[in-house]
């Protein structure tokens, strides 16, 4: 039954409640898919299918009984490698980790889904501590994309799109300190949201501190806000979530008729967008006026935040090595260990001075937003470019903040983004269009997003498995 791996989660809980399929065929159909694609593009770190399939088969029994135990009861899942599950080691992407213990903590994120009713397949790739916007690590290698096996999937939660991207499972949870839910999502072809930071309890909290989010990866924006609904709830070891919000499933009806948007097509001539992506998000944003939307060019009121984002990013990598020896240190990506190096070197005044910076940019957007409900922008200037490196040749560009300038200004601000796929380019690689709303505004990035994709701008057809 492998086209069950075709269907959103949604589709598969409609069909557990007819009774026209049960969670055991689901899980065993995206094994079955797991194993056609995952040498091809390394999405998984770990897959335990026996574990898998005890759970679909207790779900299985619920749905049998009419009980049901929660929103996502029987649906396939997958989660990065940086959250702790019970039952195995949280590696992250890192020779440094240790596989020993007893492994018996869930973070929040896997709590709530296995109250839920998940089906855990597995853990996700990540670069190492997911320190990157793409997904190779000296762990697990490179991950690579659905659509051109060349090409890299993103990241840093590459594994968690390329997973959702190929059918793989419908819904997989990323993380995002400066994109990383967004980057890989575009790059694959699948929608994904880092919501406002706090609507999501983390545990361990990330060593790059309030920049980092967790957030759903799906085919499509309804699938995002039942996840997210379930992923949720409240967790006392996160002691900065913020109080429990309204359904997010709820937001999605009521369209965009009379929204105010603000179209950028380059944070006013600050990026270089190739052509054929700001064609796309053009034509994304002309459905959105076709739609109701009240739409109007406009750049939101700042400059490149860059040097600001550095100093707190390249910090947050000098304090998650502080202890490490020699030995371990020598294990490391070399460009982790050159960040961790430079953060090394900022001071107090440093960090405190982009701090500053941060709480401009943040005032500047509820200003912002005080004039426009959502501000769509390119998700990112470019398409996948050649796997295993940071940055694609030839751009000039250092690290991979250089080709990201429409994400991580959004984790200094901690706003709700999400990324929806708009078309393909020339090669047939992915284009995202970005929807960003002021804090605590969710429901509306996903009330646009899930509008897109009533207009039948984007497929919610998983990519055909690579040759």
Known sequence: MTELSALTARQLLAGYEKGEFSPVDATRAALDRIEAVEPLVNAFVRVDADEAMAQAEAS????????????????PVSVKDVFLMRGGPTLRGSKTAQRQGSWDVDAPVVARLRENGAVFLG??????FGWKGVTDSPLSGVTRNPYDLSRTSGGS??????AVALGAVPLSVGTDGGGSVRIPASFCGIFALKPTYGRVPLFPSSPFGTLAHAGP???????????????????????????????????LEGGVKGLRVAYSPSL?????????????VRAAVGKLAESGAYV????????????????????????LVQHFGKEQRDLLDPGLREIAARGARHSALDYLAAVDVRTDLGRRM????????????????????????????????????????????FNMTQQPAATVPCGTDADGL?????????????????????????????SITPAPVPA
Do not use: C, N
Request: overall charge negative; charged content about 20%.
């Open 123 to 128: 853990k996700t790739t990540t670069p190492e």
């Open 366 to 409: 509820g200003r912002f937003h005080t004039t426009y409900d959502l501000l769509v922008t390119p998700t990112l200037p470019i398409t996948a470019f050649e796997a295993g490196v940071e940055v694609p040749e030839g751009s000039g560009h250092r690290r991979w903040t250089g080709w990201t300038p429409f994400t991580y200004p």
């Open 217 to 251: 990866m799906t085919r499509d924006a309804a699938d995002a806000a039942l996840l997210l609904d379930a992923m949720s709830g409240p967790d006392w070891r996160d002691w900065s979530q913020l109080a429990p919000a309204e359904s997010a499933s709820a937001a």
């Open 268 to 280: 006013g001539g600050q990026v270089a967008v190739r052509p054929d992506v700001a064609a796309a």
């Open 157 to 162: 939660s590459g594994g968690s799109a390329a």
């Open 60 to 75: 299985a029994e619920r749905w049998r009984r009419k009980e049901p135990t929660g929103l996502v009861d029987g649906v």
């Open 296 to 319: 109007e060019e406009a750049d939101p009121d700042w400059t490149e935040p860059m040097e600001a984002f550095h100093t707190l990013w390249f910090s947050g990598a000098a304090r």
């Open 430 to 458: 992915p284009i995202g269009v970005q929807l960003v709303a002021a804090r605590h505004r969710d429901d509306l990035v996903l009330r646009a997003a899930h509008a897109l994709y009533g207009t039948g701008i984007t």
